[in-house]
């Protein structure tokens, strides 16, 4: 049974490009998170997706931060025109529906992104 | 606002000894409270968890303590062992069916042989 599946694992881009981060939920899970690690902080809350709907994306910049999670496919973080301040390690995360019981997010192993 | 704090930015401790780490929060809504383990490199591992309706669980050499009056918890490791140097994250979230994660910013443990 596979884990949760990120790649790719680092990524460079310059300041003004595109970063496009891909997440594969573990086997029988429909729900995705993302979360963001900035050098020695903790992790941060970005954005919750079941497929093809975003639920919570609360914790996301306005501007220039985009996810989805299509019907087929991987779950996908777009940064349009990234800078330098978003340099860090983008974890994704997945667990099954939270229902009635609390449950554990099963987190992959990141993406660690760095903007020259 | 920080609202889940591990004051300890690092523990170092004894191969065979008690590793204690700290965690307070701060918002009276959270009611589960979760340990992660993280290595370099690597995405943070569940460890264990507990719900506020218990003040203990235990999972072999790890244990978690809830004292909800003073808001805080702790997870204890005995005995300690090499292999469990890394960081440690608390997280919090605000009940069954909640899925948003509160973050601590961890705590670096290093056991020593």
């Known amino acids: 049974n596979a884990g949760v599946m990120q790649n790719p694992r680092h990524l460079v ?9 891909r997440c594969s939920p573990m086997k029988g899970h429909s729900h995705v998170y993302w979360y963001r690690q900035l050098p020695e902080e903790g992790l941060k809350f970005m954005v919750y997706l079941q497929k093809e709907n975003i639920i919570d ?48 997010q099963y987190f992959g192993p990141g993406t660690r992104l760095t903007v020259t | 606002d920080q609202q889940v704090k591990q004051n300890s930015p690092s523990l170092s401790v004894q191969e065979g ?22 290595y370099p490199a690597e995405g943070p591992t569940f460890l264990i968890s507990i719900s506020s309706i218990k003040d203990k669980n235990e999972d072999g050499r790890f244990t978690v303590f809830l004292n909800k009056s003073a808001k805080h918890l702790s997870l204890h490791i005995v005995p300690s062992q090499p292999g469990d140097s890394a960081v ?4 919090a979230s605000g009940g069954a069916g ?15 042989a």
Do not use: H
Request: with cysteine.
């Open chain 2, 88 to 91: 440690y994250f608390c997280a």
């Open chain 2, 98 to 112: 909640t899925y948003k994660y509160i973050f601590g910013t961890g705590t670096r443990l290093k056991v020593l």
């Open chain 2, 17 to 38: 000894r008690i590793s204690i780490l700290n965690c307070d929060y701060t918002n009276s809504m959270f009611d589960y409270f979760l340990w992660y383990k993280k």
């Open chain 1, 13 to 21: 881009r310059r300041r003004g490009q595109e970063a496009r981060l």
């Open chain 1, 57 to 104: 994306e609360s914790g996301m910049p306005k501007e220039r931060f985009s996810a989805e999670f299509p019907k087929e496919g991987p779950s996908i973080l777009r940064i349009q025109q990234v800078v330098r301040g978003d340099s860090a390690a983008y974890f994704c995360a997945s667990s099954p529906p939270p229902g009635q019981t609390n449950y554990e």
